[in-house]
């Protein structure tokens, strides 16, 4: 067990509809990622943010968009969903009380289904 | 833009063979690769790390190799096991930077 918590773990809904992710992070944790998993991109970082700050962006589509709360769990809100949204999207978190080790912890993912 | 190559993308090996997975990066500043292993359902966790000052590093079965001139690195799980079926991802960093980027991932199966 990673200690990161992802809700829900499966979602299916329809094309143009918006839709949630929730992620608590490890205890302690400041950092939180959200990846997106396909078959065929791999693992593409979406965004990080530390301590409540957007702190990197990747390839997130301007229909997503994240924050990171006071509590320092994170949601991922994808709206206008498209056929193509259906992925994995996995969070993970990282720099307990700003501690450096490199390692990410991820969660188990929240699987989206666009139909 | 990838920048993190991976290859095979799937792989099958007789248990106790040994399983080679490569990587290639483009981005020098990168100073950070760690290894990633995923079993089906899950979140992928961190099998094994490298930084640049040294060309291997190993631990149990596991073993990186690094050449810091060729921008590659590999993976090589030793004496396989069916428990080590897996998806296997290479990734790199900048250390400091925890944005990390992955490489497309390595279905790997272990046949008894």
């Known amino acids: 067990d990673s200690g990161v918590t992802q809700t829900p773990k499966h979602l299916i809904t329809a094309t143009g509809q918006r839709v949630t992710l929730r992620c608590s992070p490890r205890?302690?944790?400041?950092?939180v990622y959200w990846y997106q998993q396909s078959l065929d991109q791999g693992l593409q970082f979406l965004i990080q943010?530390?301590?409540?700050?957007?702190?990197a962006k990747g390839n997130i589509l301007e229909r997503f968009s994240a924050q990171q709360f006071p509590d320092l769990h994170s949601e991922l809100n994808l709206s206008s969903l498209e056929l193509g949204d259906s992925a994995l999207y996995f969070c993970?978190?990282?720099?307990?009380?700003?501690?450096?080790?490199?390692?990410?912890?991820f969660g188990e993912g929240s699987r989206l289904t666009v139909l | 833009q990838q920048q993190v190559k991976q290859s095979p993308q799937s792989l099958i090996v007789q248990k106790g063979g040994i399983s080679i997975i490569n990587c290639a990066y483009e981005?020098?500043?990168?100073?950070?690769f760690p290894w990633y292993q995923q079993f089906p359902g899950k979140g992928p966790a961190l099998l094994i790390a490298?930084?640049?000052?040294?060309s291997e590093k190993k631990e149990g079965r596991f073993t990186i190799s690094f050449n810091k001139s060729a921008k590659q690195f590999s993976l090589h799980i030793m004496d396989s096991q069916p428990g080590d079926s897996a998806t296997y991802f290479c990734?790199?960093?900048?250390?400091?930077?925890?944005?990390?980027?992955f490489g497309i991932g390595t279905k790997l199966q272990v046949i008894p």
């Open positions: 993970a978190s990282s720099e307990r009380s700003g501690s450096l080790t490199g390692e990410l912890f």
């Open positions: 205890s302690g944790d400041l950092s």
């Open positions: 943010y530390y301590n409540g700050e957007e702190r």
């Open positions: 981005n020098t500043a990168f100073d950070y």
């Open positions: 490298i930084r640049p000052d040294v």
């Open positions: 990734a790199a960093s900048i250390w400091g930077y925890q944005k990390v980027t």
